[in-house]
């Protein structure tokens, strides 16, 4: 069964540095990959997604993330930290035969600091 | 905005009781998801529907059901409700069902809360 971790529920940054914000996979077979945001009172919007053409993914906002199958991994980065990246960020994964049911790891919390 | 509806925005209610949670998807999107957030759970994948079909189903109580209707709107029943079902419960809609290929949008959620 498919699952992900993300190391750091709290993530705190200086505007302008970098961001980087974790996610380590569990899969027998590569799976497909999500990052996802979450400003508060709002829904979840899609950042970027693994789905196997490039290991390293971008997103909106300035965001990527690399896959690395050696690793297990799925790290979100972005060189530059903006105080409207403040959100919580959430790394999901599913199977590559239901790519319907997501998996949610636990969220991570990012403020920015001016 | 995503495009997504839903509604109500707000639900306080007692334990035991019956709720329903309306989703309406973005036009043109046949695919409905619900999932629910919560303190202890975290994010959750309920269920999918897809045209009126159910394709998929997660961690979906049995005293939780849902349906799709004909003009594509979703409903999402809660029944016997209990504390623990206080959460925030999200509306998703897609084109299709494959998430590998299209992007899921979601709605700005109903905060649920059972006293």
């Known amino acids: 069964a498919q699952s992900v971790t993300q190391l750091g529920s709290h993530v705190s940054v200086s505007e302008g540095a970098l961001v980087l914000l974790r996610c380590n996979y569990s899969?027998?077979?590569?799976?497909?990959l999500f990052w996802y945001v979450q400003y508060p009172n709002q829904g979840l919007q899609l950042l970027l997604k693994?789905?196997?053409?490039?290991?390293l993914v971008k997103g909106i906002n300035g965001f990527e993330a690399e896959f690395k199958k050696s690793e297990t991994s799925f790290h979100l980065t972005k060189p530059s930290a903006h105080m409207s990246d403040a959100a919580e960020y959430f790394c999901?994964?599913?199977?590559?035969?239901?790519?319907?049911?997501?998996?949610f790891g636990t969220g991570t919390l990012l403020a920015v600091q001016p | 905005d995503s495009g997504v509806t839903q509604t109500p925005k707000h639900l306080i209610t007692a334990t035991g009781q019956r709720v329903t949670l309306r989703c309406s998807p973005r036009?043109?999107?046949?695919?409905v998801y619900w999932y629910q957030q919560s303190l202890d759970q975290g994010l959750q994948f309920l269920i999918h529907?897809?045209?009126?079909?159910?394709?998929a189903k997660g961690n979906i109580l049995e005293r939780f059901s849902a349906q799709q209707f004909p003009d594509l709107h979703s409903e999402l029943n809660l029944s016997s409700l209990e504390l623990g079902d206080s959460a925030l419960y999200f509306c998703?809609?897609?084109?299709?069902?494959?998430?590998?290929?299209?992007?899921?949008?979601f709605g700005p959620g109903t905060r649920l809360l059972v006293l």
């Open positions: 998703a809609s897609s084109v299709g069902g494959s998430l590998y290929q299209e992007t899921q949008y």
């Open positions: 899969s027998s077979v590569p799976p497909y």
């Open positions: 693994y789905t196997s053409a490039a290991t």
């Open positions: 999901a994964v599913s199977a590559r035969g239901a790519t319907n049911k997501l998996i």
């Open positions: 036009s043109g999107d046949l695919s």
């Open positions: 529907y897809y045209n009126g079909e159910e394709r």
